[in-house]
C-alpha cells in the first residue's frame, strides 16, 4: 500500500511525465474548458489556449514542450488548413478569385506598409528586421475558422476570400523569408530563385494532378471500405505537407492545397467528411490550441518598459493592419459590416505563419529577444480578439441570412422537408441513400425514411422481419454523416399503392427511385408500377441510375422542356440539383429554351444558389439524341420530364426514357418528375380511369359510322 501511495504521488510531481496523466490532463481541458467558459460568453478557442498558458512551462509548468505535445500541435495545425481547403466552396472561390486576390493584396501589403516604418523609424530596426517583422504582421492563422465552420457560414463569400487570401498573403510571407534569410547569409543569387521556382512547379504539379488521380481511384476501387478512406486522406495530407517543405514552403501551404486537391471527392455531407471534422475538431486542433498558449510567457510584462513597448506596437499594429484590409476589401465589394467584421476575425489571428517567421528570424539572429517575446504574447491577444470578432460576426451572418430566407423557406416548405427513398432492390441502395443525403436540407428535423413494401402474403410478417433486418445498417451509415435515417416497412398487395399511400402519411415532400434493372422496364417506365405512382402523387420524383461513384461526376448536365418554369415543383428540383453540384463542387450545364433559362436565372438569384450554372439553347426534343454530343463519360445526366397532363408534358417526353437508357448507357442518369398540383393528380387520375371505356366507345362509333358508309357506298347494287 505504501508503494503505491509513492508511486501515486511520484505521477503527480511537475512538471508532469507520466504520458498517460498528461493525455488524460488534456483530454479533461479540452471537455471541459469551452464548457465552464461558455457561460461566461468567451469562446472555447480561448479557454483552450487560456488553459494551455496556465499549465505551459511559463504558467504553472504542470506539463513541458515534448516532442508528443509538438507532434500533436502540427497536427493540429495542418488539419485546420486542411479543412479550410476541403471546406471552400470552389465554384465561389473560381467565381470571386478576383476578390481573393484583391483582399491577399490588401492583407499583405497593408500590414507590411504601416508596419515597416513603425519598426524602422519608431523602435529602430534594421532593414532585414523591420521587413520581417513588417511581413510578420502580414500573415494570419485561421485559427478561429472552427467558429464559422461550426455555426454554418463557412460558404459565405467573406470566407471565401478571406481563406483565399490566406494562400495568398501566406505564400508571399514565406516567400519573403526565405528572401530575406537568403540575403541575410548571402545566398541570394540566381541558383536560390531557379531551385525555388522549380520545386514548387513540382509540387503543384503532384498536388493538382497526380494527387486527384490517385485519390480518385482508390475511393472507386475500394469503395466499400469506408474506414480506410480517412487513413487514407489523412496520409496525403502529411504528405502533401512534407512535400511543402521539400519545396522550400511552409508545411501548412501543403495542408491547404491537399484540402484543395481533395475537394471535389469529398462532399461536404458525406460521411467521411463528418469524421474528418469530428476527429479534428474533438482532437487535432484543441491540441494544437493548447501548444499555442503554452508558448506564451506572461513574464516579459514585467521584464521593463522596452518589452511592453514592443507588446504594444507589435499587437496595435498587427490588428491595424488587417482592419485596414478588412475595411477597404468591405467598401470595394460592398460587403456588409457583418462580412467585414467576419473578414478581419478570420485574417487577425496570427499563430502558425507567424510564430514560423519570428523563429526563423531569432535562430538567423535577425531579431532579437524582445521581438521574439513579443510576438508571442502578439498571438494570445490576436487569438483572443479573432475568437470574439468571428463568433460575434458569424452569429449575425446566420441571423441575418434566416431572416432573408424565412419568406422563401415557408413558402416552399424546406424546414418540414421530409424524404422518402422507397426500395426493392437491396443492392441499389447504398448510392441512393447517399444520394438523399447530399440533397437532403440539413434544416429539417424529418429524417429520411427508406421505404420497403412487402406483398400481402402468408410469409408476409417474416419478409418484414428480413426487410428490417436488412436496412437497420443503412441508418447506421446515415447517422456517420450525421443524417436521420428512418426505416419503414408495411404490407400491400400492390409496391406502387404502398408508396403512395406512405408518402401521404409520412407527407413526404421527395420521392427517389431505383432505376429497375428487369428487362422491359423502358417500355413500361411510364406504366404499371412508375405510372401508378406518379400519377397517384404530386410529390417530386427523382428515377435514379447510379452506378458509377457520385464524386466522379465532373459536370451535371440537365435538359429542361419548354414551359418547365409554370410546373408547381420548378424552383424544388432547381434547388436540389445545385445543392448536388455544391456539394460535390461540380458546374452544372442546363440545355432548355429562352423562357426556361430566364426563370432558371432568376431562381438562382432569388434562392441566392452559390451552384456554377451554364445555359445552352435547346428547342429540338423531337432530335434529342444531339445531345449525346454534348455529354462526357463523368457527367451526371438528368432529363426533367413531366407527368401526362403537366404543363410543360410534350408527346416527344414519353420516348426520351428509351433514348436514355439506350444512348447514355454509361452515364449515371436521373429523371426527374417536379411537383404538380394536387388537382392534377386528382384530373390525371380520373383520366386514366375513364380513357379506357371512352376510348371503347368511341371505337364503337367509328364502326358504326364504317358500316353505314359502307352501306351508302354500295347503294346501287340494292
Known amino acids: ?114 508596419g515597416y516604418p513603425v519598426c524602422h523609424y519608431l523602435l529602430g530596426y534594421d532593414t532585414n528586421a523591420s521587413l520581417l517583422i513588417s511581413s510578420m504582421f502580414a500573415t494570419h492563422t485561421l485559427v478561429s475558422y472552427p467558429i464559422v465552420s461550426k455555426l454554418g457560414v463557412s460558404k459565405n463569400q467573406a470566407v471565401a476570400i478571406t481563406v483565399g487570401g490566406t494562400i495568398l498573403t501566406d505564400t508571399a510571407v514565406l516567400t ?42 482508390f475511393f472507386q476501387k475500394l469503395e466499400s471500405e469506408k474506414h480506410s478512406h480517412y487513413i487514407f486522406v489523412l496520409s496525403i495530407v502529411f504528405f502533401a505537407a512534407f512535400l511543402a517543405e521539400a519545396a522550400g514552403i511552409e508545411p501548412i501551404i501543403g495542408a491547404f492545397f491537399a484540402g484543395l486537391a481533395l475537394n471535389k471527392l469529398i462532399p461536404h455531407s458525406s460521411a467521411l467528411m463528418n469524421r474528418i471534422e469530428f476527429i479534428g475538431n474533438s482532437l487535432f486542433i484543441p491540441f494544437f490550441l493548447i501548444s499555442v498558449g503554452m508558448l506564451v510567457d506572461v513574464s516579459v510584462l514585467l521584464k521593463g518598459p522596452t518589452a511592453l513597448i514592443v507588446i504594444v506596437t507589435l499587437s496595435v499594429v498587427a490588428l491595424f493592419g488587417k482592419w485596414f484590409a478588412a475595411f477597404f476589401t468591405q467598401l470595394i465589394f460592398k460587403y456588409s459590416k457583418a462580412q467585414r467584421q467576419l473578414i478581419f476575425g478570420l485574417s487577425s489571428s496570427h499563430a502558425a505563419a507567424t510564430l514560423a517567421v519570428i523563429l526563423v528570424g531569432y535562430k538567423a539572429n535577425i531579431l532579437d529577444e524582445n521581438i521574439l517575446n513579443g510576438t508571442i504574447i502578439l498571438i494570445l491577444i490576436t487569438c483572443l480578439v479573432s475568437s470574439f470578432v468571428t463568433e460575434k460576426a458569424a452569429k449575425k451572418i446566420v441571423v441575418e441570412s434566416e431572416n432573408d430566407s424565412s419568406d422563401l423557406v415557408k413558402s416552399n416548405g424546406i424546414r418540414s422537408e421530409h424524404i422518402l427513398l422507397p426500395i426493392a432492390n437491396f443492392s441499389n441502395i447504398e448510392k441512393l441513400l447517399e444520394f438523399a443525403v447530399l440533397i437532403k436540407d440539413k434544416k429539417s428535423a424529418n429524417p429520411v425514411s427508406i421505404l420497403s413494401v412487402v406483398s400481402d402474403n402468408k410469409e ?177 445526366f438528368i432529363l426533367v420530364s413531366a407527368r401526362k397532363g403537366a404543363t410543360s408534358y410534350i408527346g416527344a417526353l414519353e420516348q426520351l426514357p428509351t433514348k436514355i437508357e439506350k444512348y447514355f448507357a454509361t452515364n449515371n442518369r436521373i429523371i426527374v418528375y417536379p411537383q404538380r398540383l394536387a388537382n392534377d393528380v386528382t384530373t390525371q387520375h380520373y383520366a386514366d380511369i375513364t380513357s379506357e371505356p371512352l376510348n371503347k366507345g368511341f371505337d364503337a362509333v367509328q364502326k358504326i359510322g364504317k358500316g353505314i358508309g359502307s352501306l351508302f357506298k354500295n347503294k346501287k347494287d340494292y
Open 176 to 217: 519573403l523569408l526565405a528572401v530575406i534569410v537568403g540575403k541575410s547569409q548571402g545566398g541570394l543569387d540566381s541558383e536560390f530563385w531557379i531551385r525555388l521556382g522549380v520545386s514548387f512547379a513540382i509540387f503543384l504539379a503532384i498536388m493538382f494532378f497526380l494527387i486527384p488521380r490517385i485519390a480518385k481511384w
Open 460 to 636: 408476409a410478417e417474416i419478409n418484414i422481419l428480413k426487410a428490417r433486418n436488412e436496412l437497420e445498417k443503412f441508418v447506421i451509415e446515415g447517422s456517420a454523416s450525421e443524417t436521420k435515417v428512418d426505416v419503414i416497412t408495411t404490407i400491400d398487395h400492390n409496391f406502387a399503392s404502398g408508396i403512395v399511400r406512405i408518402s401521404r402519411e409520412i407527407m413526404a415532400d421527395i420521392i427517389i427511385l431505383g432505376w429497375p434493372k428487369r428487362a422491359g422496364f423502358i417500355e413500361k417506365l411510364i406504366g404499371e408500377k412508375f405510372r401508378g405512382i406518379l400519377s397517384n402523387t404530386d410529390k417530386t420524383t427523382f428515377i435514379c441510375s447510379l452506378e458509377k461513384p457520385l464524386v466522379s461526376h465532373k459536370r451535371i448536365l440537365v435538359a429542361a422542356p419548354p414551359l418547365a418554369e409554370h410546373e408547381k415543383g420548378f424552383d424544388i428540383w432547381l434547388k436540389k440539383i445545385a445543392k448536388f453540384a455544391i456539394e460535390l463542387s461540380v458546374p452544372i450545364v442546363v440545355f432548355c429554351d429562352k423562357a426556361t433559362e430566364n426563370a432558371v436565372r432568376k431562381s438562382v438569384k432569388k434562392a441566392k444558389l452559390n451552384a456554377s450554372i451554364t445555359i445552352n439553347q435547346f428547342v429540338d426534343w423531337e432530335d434529342f439524341l444531339v445531345l449525346s454530343r454534348h455529354i462526357h463519360e463523368d457527367d451526371l
Open 1 to 114: 500500500m505504501t508503494d503505491f501511495f509513492k508511486h501515486f504521488i511520484q505521477g503527480f510531481e511537475l512538471p508532469l511525465q507520466n504520458p498517460v496523466l498528461i493525455l488524460s490532463l488534456l483530454l479533461f481541458i479540452i471537455l471541459l474548458s469551452p464548457i465552464l467558459l461558455r457561460k461566461i460568453n468567451i469562446p472555447g478557442i480561448v479557454g483552450l489556449i487560456i488553459a494551455g498558458v496556465i499549465i505551459g512551462p511559463y504558467g504553472f509548468n504542470i506539463i513541458e514542450s515534448s516532442s508528443s505535445i509538438d507532434l500533436f500541435s502540427t497536427i493540429g495545425l495542418l488539419y485546420i488548413m486542411f479543412i479550410a481547403g476541403l471546406e471552400l466552396d470552389l465554384n465561389e472561390f473560381k467565381s470571386n478569385k478576383n476578390k481573393s486576390l484583391l483582399f491577399g493584396i490588401f492583407t499583405f501589403t497593408f500590414p507590411l506598409a504601416i
